[in-house]
């Protein structure tokens, strides 16, 4: 499957951004998808990932009650609402695909096996 992540961008502390990953290549539906991200100078850190096979969305702690990750099954693309951004948000995301499902699995970046080329949010303070 190959992923195509857009929708990132400079906006202020408080606003909001929807950041897109595209898959094609394969039936979305199999895979989960993760969000991650990586400032400069830091390790890519897992965000949220949602998995087909029990339907449950996974969220670290410092984005729960902010991002929200969304699915459309017919246009094969899944979403992050990102609310509330804060400076601390601003990194690179990453959208990517594992065929595992449980949130330890999810959360670790090397349970995936295709990645998008990711999109910048940078947040001003």
């Known amino acids: 499957v190959q992923l195509q992540a857009s929708g990132g961008g400079l906006v202020q502390a408080g606003d909001s951004l929807r950041l897109s990953c595209a898959a094609s290549?394969?039936?979305?539906?199999?895979?989960?998808v993760g969000w991650f991200r990586q400032a400069p100078g830091r390790e890519r850190e897992f965000v949220a990932a949602f998995n087909w096979r029990n339907k449950i969305t996974y969220y670290a702690d410092s984005v729960k009650g902010r991002f929200t990750f969304s699915r459309d099954n017919a246009k094969n693309t899944a979403y992050l609402q990102m609310n509330n951004l804060k400076p601390e948000d601003a990194a690179i995301y990453y959208c990517?695909?594992?065929?595992?499902?449980?949130?330890?699995?999810?959360?670790?970046?090397?349970?995936?096996?295709?990645w998008g080329q990711g999109t910048l949010v940078t947040v001003s303070s």
């Open positions: 290549g394969r039936t979305f539906s199999i895979y989960a």
């Open positions: 990517a695909s594992s065929p595992y499902y449980t949130y330890s699995d999810l959360a670790d970046s090397i349970k995936y096996d295709s």
